[in-house]
Nanobody
Framework: QVQVVESGGGLVQAGGSLSLSCTTS????????MAWFRQASGKGREFVAA????????YYADSVKARFTISRDNDKNTVYLQMNNLKPEDTAVYYC??????????????????????WGQGTQVTVSS
């Protein structure tokens, strides 16, 4: 079973930056598509960003485009989410998601939470106004 560990959440003022990390166990990380989702209190889980195995293609929710950057380091089994110009509405628990069986349909399904097989425990991001 692949294990997923997230880190990097915290409290920041509006306009500030945070960087999240997600590391998986095993030696097959380079084969996985990866994504970040978030869930604000009292709301459903929503897609934030995703990238494919090669990182050639990245995908973002409109609400975070131009502010957040997803990237990966296959040598470190880690995916990152760099969050800049944070807003109070970005406050949420952020989850890392792993797609264990990438397919050609990823570019059509990347935003669906049922595309992903394994989820991290979540890390809290709080943005104060």
């Amino acid at each position: 079973q692949v294990q997923v560990v997230e880190s990097g959440g915290g409290l920041v003022q509006a306009g500030g930056s945070l960087s999240l990390s997600c590391t998986t166990s095993g030696d097959a990380f380079a084969m996985y598509n990866m994504a970040w989702f978030r869930q604000a209190s009292g709301k459903g889980r929503e897609f934030v960003a995703a990238l494919g195995r090669s990182a050639k293609y990245t995908y973002y929710a409109d609400s975070v485009k131009a502010r957040f950057t997803i990237s990966r380091d296959n040598d470190k089994n880690t995916v990152y989410l760099q969050m800049n110009n944070l807003k109070p509405e970005d406050t949420a628990v952020y989850y890392c998601a792993v797609d264990l069986s990438p397919s050609a349909y990823f570019r059509e399904r990347y935003y669906r939470d049922d595309e992903y097989d394994i989820w991290g425990q979540g890390t809290q991001v709080t943005v104060s106004s």
